[in-house]
């Protein structure tokens, strides 16, 4: 979800583990030559989640610590090749301290429809997230560190 901590998490985890970090936010807005916020306002969150696919079926995933956009769990071929390529890992946060982030950061460019609620993105996707999962860390009272440290330990045990 977004405000979960994927991207601060994500950095602290690759330089931990030695790998390299990609944020498909970064990649998409680089891709589009313009913002989440700006790709959602002029053409909508269909066209958002479109490219969202398009970048992570593009880029190399190999040797790398991926940070996705949120709203990745709603294409299976994107989640596929995730899969693939290597463990993935939810940051599972309560409802209220995602909201809470969140509004603290008005114009992150959530992929959904204006319609939904943020409780109604949270209810739907959660399931998502654990279906697809092959860690889930709660998250919550946990410095980002803690989290990077956590995934780390966990995933060099298997």
Do not use: C, W
Not at 2 to 23: H, I, N, Q, W, Y
Not at 62 to 78: K, R
Not at 101 to 123: C, E, K, L, M, W
Request: aromatic share 6%; net charge negative; hydrophobic share 45%.
């Amino acid at each position: 979800m977004p405000g979960a901590g994927k991207s601060t998490v994500g950095v602290l985890l690759a330089k931990l583990s030695g790998l390299a970090f990609r944020d498909t936010d970064l990649d998409i807005q680089v891709h589009a030559h313009t913002t989440l916020e700006e790709i959602l306002q002029r053409d909508g969150y269909v066209r958002l989640r479109q490219i969202e696919e398009e970048i992570l079926l593009q880029i190399p995933l190999d040797h790398s610590v991926i940070s996705t956009g949120g709203s990745v769990v709603y294409s299976e071929a994107a989640m596929a090749r995730l899969a693939a390529a290597g463990p993935i890992v939810y940051l599972q946060t309560d409802f209220k301290t995602l909201e809470k982030r969140v509004a603290g950061a008005p114009n992150r460019g959530i992929a959904s429809s204006t319609q939904q609620s943020f409780a109604d993105i949270y209810a739907e996707r959660t399931p998502l997230y654990l279906r697809h999962a092959d860690l889930t860390l709660d998250t919550v009272n946990v410095s980002a560190e803690q989290i990077a440290i956590a995934v780390l330990k966990q995933l060099t045990a298997d």
